[in-house]
């Protein structure tokens, strides 16, 4: 695990993310919050995102997306350099719960990091059509790690 968190790591992650990730920043994605457990980022609500439904609902590939990327990162501060060594998906799971109306935000936590091997969960909130914030899509990934 990295020997350091620096406390600025929010802004790093968002600033890489804006600058190297075409997808991710063309969604939108800003991070909210990241430690060593987990982390929180959004995609804001954008109607070039949504089903053709009435009212208007999230494609749910974005909250895949959410699910893959943020369950990803979060395992990042448990690698030997977080920077450059390379986590690549190996399995994601999406379980959608009901329809989003709204921005979507992903909460990740670690569940396990092996040497080679590393397990995330992660809970995918978004304003609904008829309850108002609640839990729209629940996710693990398990990512290969690639360390030095």
Same mark, same amino acid.
């Given at each position: 695990?990295?020997?350091?968190?620096?406390d600025?790591?929010?802004?790093?992650?968002?600033?890489?993310?804006?600058?190297?990730h075409?997808?991710?920043?063309?969604?939108?994605?800003?991070v909210?919050?990241?430690?060593?457990?987990?982390?929180?980022?959004?995609?804001?609500y954008?109607?070039?995102?949504?089903?053709?439904?009435?009212?208007?609902?999230?494609?749910?590939?974005i909250?895949a997306?959410?699910i893959? $990327? @943020?369950g990803?990162i979060?395992? &990042?501060?448990?690698? *030997?350099n977080? !920077? =450059?060594?390379?986590?690549?998906?190996?399995?994601?799971?999406?379980n959608?719960?009901?329809?989003?109306?709204?921005?979507? $935000? @992903?909460?990740?936590?670690?569940? &396990?990091?092996?040497g *080679?091997?590393? !397990? =995330?969960?992660?809970?995918?909130?978004?304003?609904?059509?008829?309850?108002g914030?609640?839990?729209?899509a629940?996710?693990?990934? @398990?990512?290969?790690?690639?360390?030095?």
């Amino acid at each position: 695990m990295a020997e350091e968190f620096p406390d600025d790591v929010t802004e790093m992650v968002e600033s890489f993310i804006e600058q190297h990730h075409g997808y991710l920043s063309w969604l939108g994605v800003t991070v909210e919050s990241f430690t060593l457990d987990g982390m929180t980022m959004t995609i804001p609500y954008d109607e070039k995102l949504t089903n053709p439904t009435q009212p208007p609902t999230m494609h749910g590939g974005i909250a895949a997306t959410l699910i893959d $990327t @943020a369950g990803g990162i979060a395992l &990042r501060p448990h690698l *030997s350099n977080p !920077v =450059s060594d390379g986590v690549a998906t190996i399995n994601l799971n999406v379980n959608y719960l009901r329809r989003a109306a709204g921005e979507l $935000t @992903a909460t990740a936590e670690v569940v &396990r990091v092996g040497g *080679s091997v590393g !397990v =995330s969960r992660v809970i995918v909130e978004s304003d609904t059509p008829d309850d108002g914030v609640q839990p729209v899509a629940v996710g693990q990934g @398990a990512y290969r790690l690639f360390q030095d």
